[in-house]
């Protein structure tokens, strides 16, 4: 056997030989831990690691069965194993979730377990214990199932171009053509087939709008937005700290992005910029080729990586030979790209739709970020210290976008080709903020109104998409199709509310990545004694460990934009 095929850690409590094929063969284990007597703090921390080890199991059961449905969303085999879990066994553990948390809080009191990561994990079973409520489960189920609606029919349209049926991502990369009109045949199409299935979409969303809403009244909340920021334990900032971020983007980042976008209409000598016209190069050079497929991103990867450090190289040699990667676009696979931490084995999984772009090779180091934090926490004996924050994990994922980019002649020879992505990718992470803040924004107004009508719905997303938006860019003719782009960011059917995180770590990335320019080995030194916290400190707390600022006012926001800035003038020198 390989050296780089990893075992997990044995199990003590379920014994080597469990395997889940019905919720009969979990509840005895669930039991136990309910039952137990524990008379000591030793005993205590045993009970800890053995519904640690139950709940890494079950974990990685469920992450597998999502894996695989995303992988072939048209397989029913697929689809059925997944919805087993979801309406068969989830239901059923949340239950003993919430009398668990209860018995770790009375236990944690009476033998007065704190430090060591401890203090982070009660406050949120506090939370959950807080906020439990049986109504719920069913509930969730219901969202669960819907969602899984969205994604068979997202994952499933495709459009004919030239002759050739394509997938979305696939499509996408034709709006990088020199010639514009390719640009304008390829965004058309692309626009009319999701605008095909709006009325479908906006069913979907009502109906997970409503549930959403019901839960958070079951909760005693006014709305599903104060229910998600108890339930996602943002514990470190506010809603009202969000509207300062909403405010600030605005005022720092949407001024830039304006002066990019006239830059752009400048260069490319049009009497109108279109929105086909976003993602061309602006000196009419063909689209950046950073790699031809799916394991020659993979091996570049690796090299890249290894320039940084030799150990982050390695963890994606480890997830080659044990086969946790799925990379390339097809028909019949889910849209997007994620890192999904396997809790057992602590060796995480990479899907994404790579075809050849320049956002592929982003997409391949922002995952391989998030990678490098699941190997980062592997040791950890408590699943909860392993599972950090967003604020946090997406600050992982966005530096390693940003250090690694450092590197990336391994995929660009040619020095004007370096200089030219980087500049492509500094531009999107301008172009990205305000897009953050608009989905958040957007998401805050759906929930404190939770009756509006789609109408209304539109209207807000216009109105909001307008504020974030350049001044430049001329949707003349196409505002039916701008009213509904909203429906495309599956954040927003499928995770609501984890959006902001992004724009927030962003942020810190950027701050990362000055750090690393200015001494590589000191700003590495501090990436990776944040990641290796896992989730055992605040955010504030980990930030501090990278030598960073958990800061989203105006006036740190205006400094980063203005390195930002001075780093692209550097790259158009």
Same mark, same amino acid.
Not at 474 to 488: C, N, T
């Given at each position: 056997?390989?050296?780089?095929?990893?075992?997990?850690?044995?199990?003590?409590?379920?014994?080597?030989?469990?395997?889940?094929?019905?919720?009969?063969?979990?509840?005895?284990?669930?039991?136990?831990?309910?039952?137990?007597?524990?008379?000591?703090?030793?005993?205590?921390?045993?009970?800890?690691?053995?519904?640690?080890?139950?709940?890494?199991?079950?974990?990685?059961?469920?992450?597998?069965?999502?894996?695989?449905?995303?992988?072939?969303?048209?397989?029913?085999?697929?689809?059925?194993?997944?919805?087993?879990?979801?309406?068969?066994?989830?239901?059923?553990?949340?239950?003993?979730?919430?009398?668990?948390?209860?018995?770790?809080?009375?236990?944690?009191?009476?033998?007065?377990?704190?430090?060591?990561?401890?203090?982070?994990?009660?406050?949120?079973?506090?939370?959950?214990?807080?906020?439990?409520?049986?109504?719920?489960?069913?509930?969730?189920?219901?969202?669960?199932?819907?969602?899984?609606?969205?994604?068979?029919?997202?994952?499933?349209?495709?459009?004919?171009?030239?002759?050739?049926?394509?997938?979305?991502?696939?499509?996408?990369?034709?709006?990088?053509?020199?010639?514009?009109?390719?640009?304008?045949?390829?965004?058309?199409?692309?626009?009319?087939?999701?605008?095909?299935?709006?009325?479908?979409?906006?069913?979907?969303?009502?109906?997970?709008?409503?549930?959403?809403?019901?839960?958070?009244?079951?909760?005693?909340?006014?709305?599903?937005?104060?229910?998600?920021?108890?339930?996602?334990?943002?514990?470190?900032?506010?809603?009202?700290?969000?509207?300062?971020?909403?405010?600030?983007?605005?005022?720092?980042?949407?001024?830039?992005?304006?002066?990019?976008?006239?830059?752009?209409?400048?260069?490319?000598?049009?009497?109108?910029?279109?929105?086909?016209?976003?993602?061309?190069?602006?000196?009419?050079?063909?689209?950046?080729?950073?790699?031809?497929?799916?394991?020659?991103?993979?091996?570049?990867?690796?090299?890249?990586?290894?320039?940084?450090?030799?150990?982050?190289?390695?963890?994606?040699?480890?997830?080659?030979?044990?086969?946790?990667?799925?990379?390339?676009?097809?028909?019949?696979?889910?849209?997007?790209?994620?890192?999904?931490?396997?809790?057992?084995?602590?060796?995480?999984?990479?899907?994404?739709?790579?075809?050849?772009?320049?956002?592929?090779?982003?997409?391949?180091?922002?995952?391989?970020?998030?990678?490098?934090?699941?190997?980062?926490?592997?040791?950890?004996?408590?699943?909860?210290?392993?599972?950090?924050?967003?604020?946090?994990?997406?600050?992982?994922?966005?530096?390693?976008?940003?250090?690694?980019?450092?590197?990336?002649?391994?995929?660009?020879?040619?020095?004007?080709?370096?200089?030219?992505?980087?500049?492509?990718?500094?531009? !999107?992470?301008? $172009?990205?903020?305000?897009?953050? *803040?608009?989905?958040?924004?957007? &998401?805050?107004? /759906? #929930? =404190?109104? @939770?009756?509006?009508?789609?109408?209304?719905?539109?209207?807000?997303?216009?109105?909001?998409?307008?504020?974030?938006?350049?001044?430049?860019? !001329?949707?003349? $003719?196409?505002?039916?199709?701008? *009213?509904?782009?909203?429906?495309? &960011?599956?954040? /927003? #059917? =499928?995770? @609501?509310?984890?959006?902001?995180?992004?724009?927030?770590?962003?942020?810190?990335?950027?701050?990362?990545?000055?750090?690393?320019?200015?001494?590589?080995?000191? $700003?590495?030194?501090?990436?990776?004694?944040?990641?290796?916290?896992?989730?055992?400190?605040?955010?504030?707390?980990?930030?501090?460990?990278?030598?960073?600022?958990?800061?989203?006012?105006?006036?740190?926001?205006?400094?980063?934009?203005?390195?930002?800035?001075?780093?692209?003038?550097?790259?158009?020198?």
């Amino acid at each position: 056997m390989s050296n780089r095929i990893l075992e997990r850690r044995k199990r003590e409590f379920l014994g080597e030989s469990f395997q889940l094929e019905s919720w009969e063969q979990l509840q005895p284990l669930f039991e136990n831990l309910k039952s137990r007597e524990v008379n000591s703090l030793t005993e205590l921390e045993k009970w800890l690691k053995d519904r640690s080890e139950l709940e890494s199991y079950l974990s990685e059961n469920m992450a597998w069965r999502y894996i695989k449905m995303t992988c072939d969303t048209a397989s029913e085999d697929n689809q059925k194993a997944y919805q087993f879990f979801v309406q068969e066994i989830a239901p059923k553990m949340a239950v003993y979730s919430d009398e668990l948390n209860k018995k770790a809080l009375g236990l944690a009191s009476e033998y007065d377990l704190k430090g060591g990561g401890y203090d982070i994990m009660l406050r949120g079973l506090r939370k959950s214990v807080e906020i439990f409520r049986e109504a719920n489960i069913e509930l969730d189920t219901k969202i669960q199932i819907k969602q899984t609606e969205y994604q068979a029919l997202t994952g499933a349209m495709t459009v004919n171009i030239n002759g050739e049926e394509m997938t979305m991502p696939k499509a996408a990369t034709l709006l990088q053509a020199v010639k514009r009109e390719s640009r304008e045949e390829a965004w058309h199409k692309i626009s009319e087939r999701r605008y095909a299935e709006k009325d479908k979409l906006d069913e979907i969303f009502n109906e997970l709008r409503d549930l959403r809403h019901q839960e958070a009244l079951n909760a005693d909340f006014a709305n599903f937005r104060d229910y998600m920021f108890a339930a996602m334990g943002r514990f470190d900032y506010t809603p009202a700290d969000c509207v300062a971020f909403h405010d600030a983007i605005a005022a720092t980042v949407v001024p830039i992005v304006d002066e990019l976008a006239k830059e752009r209409k400048g260069k490319l000598a049009y009497e109108q910029l279109r929105p086909w016209d976003l993602k061309v190069d602006i000196e009419g050079r063909p689209a950046l080729k950073p790699f031809k497929s799916g394991s020659e991103l993979l091996d570049k990867t690796e090299v890249c990586f290894e320039k940084i450090d030799p150990k982050l190289s390695e963890y994606i040699k480890i997830m080659r030979a044990m086969g946790h990667f799925d990379v390339e676009s097809r028909k019949g696979k889910a849209p997007g790209g994620y890192n999904y931490p396997l809790e057992e084995i602590g060796v995480p999984f990479i899907f994404m739709n790579a075809t050849d772009s320049v956002r592929d090779l982003v997409t391949m180091v922002h995952e391989g970020g998030h990678a490098i934090h699941s190997f980062e926490v592997k040791s950890y004996p408590i699943n909860a210290f392993r599972n950090p924050t967003m604020e946090v994990a997406e600050l992982a994922s966005m530096s390693m976008e940003l250090i690694s980019m450092e590197h990336w002649d391994v995929f660009f020879e040619n020095e004007a080709e370096l200089k030219r992505a980087k500049r492509e990718h500094l531009e !999107d992470i301008l $172009g990205a903020l305000p897009w953050i *803040a608009t989905v958040d924004k957007f &998401q805050h107004w /759906i #929930y =404190e109104n @939770p009756t509006h009508s789609i109408n209304e719905r539109k209207e807000a997303w216009t109105r909001i998409n307008t504020e974030f938006s350049d001044k430049v860019t !001329d949707w003349s $003719g196409f505002e039916h199709y701008k *009213a509904y782009i909203w429906q495309r &960011q599956l954040h /927003i #059917y =499928e995770v @609501p509310f984890y959006y902001i995180e992004y724009g927030m770590a962003q942020l810190g990335a950027i701050s990362v990545w000055k750090n690393y320019k200015q001494n590589p080995e000191k $700003g590495l030194e501090g990436y990776l004694n944040a990641l290796k916290l896992g989730y055992t400190k605040t955010i504030g707390e980990i930030y501090a460990a990278a030598g960073i600022k958990f800061d989203f006012s105006k006036a740190y926001i205006s400094e980063l934009m203005d390195f930002v800035k001075s780093e692209l003038a550097a790259l158009k020198a």
